[in-house]
């Protein structure tokens, strides 16, 4: 780094050189994101990462996929199968789903989703990197809801197993640029594809009070909807918010100060991610990929899917229920799969989890290919 001060030091075999200092980390609370985490920076504290994973932490610009072997379990990936990341993110479950769909030198194949441009060459090169070629994981730059239109343009006439992960990625959340968080400044963005649609600001800009106040009671399960709705569109008039630490810091001065502080962060959170679902038309995605996922799943075919809050748990179980009802489905979980405790304790970002499954019906479903409740 030409930013580090050079002082003369021994060279080889005695010869005249020149040592350079480490680095120094600029302090407890540096100005600039990268300083912030140190594993940013693995080849100037190659400590950092070991200290971090040890303390139970995730990692930043990196994803920790959640309840794996619980998903391997309800999946049943078999050697030879098809299957289906439908959110590809930092491709943890993919690689988990490739090692028993390509066990033994089988022929299986997995075929990769992500809206996210900034991350699917990530995830990409991530698999060309653990052997999976183009023709054995193949990456489709695509939202979920278009997964049937993905798997004819393959050649698919369906999948054997499909997974689908709503929690938003460690990559995206860590970075302050993207506006997912409040934890450092950034641009109140919260678009999965910053390249589409209009980000948080300013849609938060010139959003109708009855649709805001829809967005907070659906998204956040937020009981003061209606006061906080007509709250926001007055204080917009006066102060746009542009930036994730401008909302956060009105939120938490609207809120009742007697109203204790872990309780003050949930609830910008909730705030945070209502928005989120909003700009991203979260929702409407999951109903679409929800009605087809019937006809993507070969029979026997089995599905599982990770959500974080209500609004995405209610709207898989309804869909679910309805599936297993009209016979689309010969079997559905009965209880969600939560995380168990040691996972949550080695990463708290999976402690909202839950995992539902389904079996497609058809003359492949056995008594053997229904998942343990």
């Given amino acids: 780094m030409s930013d580090i001060p050079a002082v003369p030091g021994p060279g080889p075999e005695g010869t005249p050189g020149v040592h350079r200092r480490r680095p120094r980390y600029p302090g407890r609370n540096p100005r600039k994101f990268e300083h912030k985490y140190k594993e940013l920076r693995a080849g100037e504290y190659p400590e950092a990462a070991a200290h971090i994973e040890a303390r139970g932490k995730t990692l930043a610009g990196s994803h920790r996929p959640i309840m794996v072997a619980e998903i391997l379990e309800v999946l049943a990936p078999k050697p030879g199968e098809r299957g289906v990341d439908c959110t590809l993110g930092h491709a943890g479950h993919a690689l988990a789903l490739l090692e028993r769909l390509r066990a033994g030198g089988a022929s299986g194949q997995l075929l990769g989703l992500d809206v996210d441009p900034l991350e699917l060459p990530r995830a990409g090169a991530r698999l060309l990197a653990a052997g999976h070629g183009p023709e054995t994981a193949i990456t489709v ?37 993207r506006g997912f968080t409040f934890k450092f400044d950034g641009p109140l963005d919260l678009r999965l594809n910053p390249q589409r649609g209009v980000s948080a600001a300013d849609w938060l800009a010139g959003v109708r009070l009855a649709r805001l106040e829809a967005t907070l009671r659906d998204g956040a399960d937020e009981p003061r909807a209606a ?34 502080r872990e309780e003050v962060e949930r609830f910008v959170r909730r705030v945070f991610q209502a928005l989120r679902i909003a700009i991203n038309d979260e929702y409407s995605a999951l109903e679409t990929w929800l009605r087809n996922l019937p006809a993507c799943l070969n029979p026997g075919g089995r599905v599982a899917v990770l959500t974080f809050h209500s609004g995405e748990g209610r709207r898989v179980k309804a869909a679910f229920r309805e599936g297993l009802q009209q016979g689309l489905y010969s079997a559905i979980a ?21 995992l539902r499954w389904a079996v497609r019906a058809g003359p492949a479903a056995t008594s053997a290919s229904v998942p343990e409740a």
């Avoid at 999948?159 to 990559?171: H, K, R």
């Avoid at 969600?336 to 970002?349: L, M, S, T």
């Fill in 334 to 354: 009965d209880e969600v799969i939560r995380p168990g405790a040691e996972e949550q304790r080695a990463n708290p970002r999976s402690s909202s989890a839950k």
């Fill in 227 to 260: 006061r906080l709705a007509a709250a926001l569109v007055e204080a917009r008039t006066n102060t746009p918010f542009r930036r994730t630490k401008a909302l956060a810091d009105w939120l938490r001065a609207w809120s009742d100060p007697a109203t204790p």
């Fill in 141 to 177: 730059a695509s939202n979920f809801a278009g997964l049937h239109a993905v798997l004819e343009s393959q050649g698919w006439s369906g999948a054997d197993v499909i997974l689908a992960d709503l929690g938003v990625s460690s990559m995206q959340i860590d970075n302050p640029d």
